[in-house]
């Protein structure tokens, strides 16, 4: 990945001093089954697990038979999303926006978060704040504002406005190969993690039907070979299956909802090796909440097209072998809705497989193996849960109490059980 995100996670990994969790199960982000504990943490990375591991600790947190699982890894994540009107904030100053964010941000650590991969926004100065703890955040990995063509599901523009949508904070809109090598230099420059395009319509953008494939193929493919050459990858958003043959012929590794997915097309995406992340939650959440939260009539019927296909799109990704991640997208009020998509998701598949979407999975697809799972020489980021998640799954997203949150070693939220 790009050197600026893996400066930040080195700074956030100097934890020091040991840490040890017993009378604990262990799911390790892999397995379908729990294994025995304790785990043992030494300067925020795991160096133990099991019945030989060290007990003997400067802290000693006590499960009560609980269960120790990685830390939460949302890949489809935004702290600047704080409404479903996508002009109006980009017409925000970006000091309020951001403020709003690390808000958002804190948040999803308290839920469980420890990772979040940001696919429409974020950008040095709130990674930096983060990096000197200047707010509780999760783990931050942020692709600087997506990148949309004129019309297309990041222009925020209504059909008869011809208004400027001022800043850039989510979205920007680029047109052509030069100027589009130029905008995914400059944000690897400013410390991207990777890149998000706009390969197809959206639900809560005004003019772009959803299904119609968006940039030229000869514009993706500058894209996703700059981004090759830093070491990095493309996520892009689509809908249809023609948006995403569009975009996995052209070198994008990791397509965003898909909810409109077909055999075919998931056969296509296994064999180019594309990652699919589901955002179950958004269209079920905006489905019942979306007059509350303002949601145009456009957006309406757009989120009634995608509602129901989501769910069968999993299926058809899972019987291909295409490898399914986990996110949220949810905007504005909607956040509260994040340990939602758990429950959704698990209706799907089960929570064996949510749990490792949500951990070993988006880890993999963020290039960073040492994160999403228990094991020895793994970051220690981590959650106890009260109880076993694969027997009573509602400890994941209606648990009677917060789970405790451990990121790199230093317990940062939920009930303390030093013994």
């Known amino acids: 990945m790009s050197e600026r995100a893996s400066e930040s996670s080195t700074q956030r990994e100097r934890a020091s001093g040991s840490l040890s969790i017993v009378n604990a199960r262990v799911f390790d982000g892999v397995s379908e089954e729990l294994t025995d504990g304790p785990v043992h943490v030494v300067d925020g990375r795991i160096t133990e697990v099991g019945p030989g591991a060290s007990a003997t600790a400067d802290r000693v947190i006590d499960a009560r038979g609980g269960t120790v699982l990685p830390g939460l890894i949302d890949a489809h994540f935004h702290a600047y999303g704080i409404g479903l009107d996508l002009l109006g904030v980009e017409s925000r100053s970006l000091s309020y926006v951001a403020l709003a964010g690390a808000r958002r941000l804190a948040r999803a650590l308290a839920r469980g978060f420890t990772t979040v991969r940001d696919v429409a926004g974020g950008d040095a100065g709130l990674a930096a704040a983060i990096d000197e703890g200047l707010f509780p955040s999760p783990r931050y990995l942020f692709t600087g504002p997506a990148l949309s063509q004129t019309g297309g599901h990041g222009d925020a523009r209504s059909a008869d406005s011809d208004i400027c949508g001022c800043h850039a904070h989510m979205n920007e809109v680029v047109d052509g190969v030069d100027a589009l090598r130029h905008a995914v230099r ?137 490898r399914i991640g986990f996110g949220t997208d949810l905007m504005g009020v909607l956040e ?84």
């Open 336 to 419: 509260d809705e994040q340990l939602g998509g758990l429950r959704i998701q698990t209706e799907v598949e089960g929570v064996a497989r949510v749990l490792q979407a949500a951990t070993s999975v988006n880890a993999d697809l963020l290039g960073r193996p040492d994160l999403g799972r228990v094991q020895a020489g793994c970051v220690a980021d981590l959650l106890v849960v009260d109880g076993d998640p694969f027997t009573d799954p509602s400890l994941l997203w209606a648990p009677a109490r917060p789970p405790s949150v451990i990121t790199g070693g230093v317990v940062v939220g939920g009930p303390e059980h030093d013994s």
């Open 186 to 322: 400059d944000r690897f420059r400013r410390g991207a993690h990777a890149i998000k395009i706009m390969a197809s319509g959206g639900v809560v953008s005004l003019t772009d039907p959803i299904r119609i494939p968006q940039y030229s193929a000869q514009e993706i493919s500058a894209v996703t070979e700059e981004a090759a050459r830093r070491g990095s990858y493309v996520a892009a958003h689509a809908y249809s299956p023609e948006a995403i043959r569009h975009a996995v012929e052209s070198g994008v590794r990791s397509v965003e909802h898909g909810n409109l997915l077909d055999a075919e097309t998931a056969a296509s995406m296994a064999a180019h090796g594309a990652y699919l992340v589901p955002t179950l939650i958004t269209y079920d959440a905006m489905n019942r909440r979306g007059a509350e939260v303002g949601l145009s009539p456009v957006g309406q019927a757009k989120n009634q097209e995608v509602l129901d296909s989501g769910r069968a799109a999993v299926e058809l990704a899972r019987a291909a072998g295409v």
